[in-house]
C-alpha cells in the first residue's frame, strides 16, 4: 500500500525556518511529480511548490524566493525548506504526489495526512 509520511512541521517565531519531509513508502513503479499545498483554517488547499522528476519547479507567487522544494530520487523523498516565515504561512502542509503503482497501471494521486506548521508572530 502506497503511502506518504510527512514530517518536520511545528512552531516557529516569524522570520524563522522549518524543512518539511515526505517520504514514500510502499512498492511503487514510479513518481511523476511530487508537491506540497496547504490548507489555512477556513480557506481552500493551495499549491506551495511542486516538482516533477526532471527538475522542472512550480511555485506559488507568496512563497516564491523563501521556500525551495527539493527531491531525492533515489530515496523517494521531498522536502520543502521553508525561510523567512510569516504568520500568514500558519496551515497545515500537505504532501502530494502522482504515482504509477505498476508498470502496466495508470499513475495515480495520493496525499499524505498534513503536517502542522504554525508561525508566531
Known amino acids: 500500500q502506497v503511502q506518504l509520511v510527512e514530517s518536520g512541521g511545528g512552531l516557529v517565531q516569524a522570520g524563522g525556518s522549518l524543512r518539511l519531509s515526505c517520504a514514500v513508502s510502499?512498492?511503487?513503479?514510479?513518481?511523476?511529480?511530487m508537491g506540497w499545498y496547504r490548507q489555512a483554517q477556513g480557506k481552500q488547499r493551495e499549491l506551495v511548490a511542486r516538482?516533477?522528476?526532471?527538475?522542472?519547479?512550480n511555485y506559488a507567487d507568496f512563497v516564491k524566493g523563501r521556500f525551495t522544494i527539493s527531491r531525492d530520487n533515489a530515496k523517494n523523498t521531498v522536502y520543502l525548506q521553508m525561510n523567512s516565515l510569516v504568520p500568514e504561512d500558519t496551515a497545515v502542509y500537505y504532501c502530494n504526489a502522482d504515482i504509477q503503482p505498476r508498470s502496466w497501471s495508470a499513475a495515480l494521486n495520493y496525499w499524505g495526512r498534513g503536517t502542522q506548521v504554525t508561525v508566531s508572530s
Open positions: 510502499g512498492s511503487i513503479f514510479s513518481i511523476n511529480s
Open positions: 516538482r516533477t522528476t526532471d527538475g522542472s519547479t
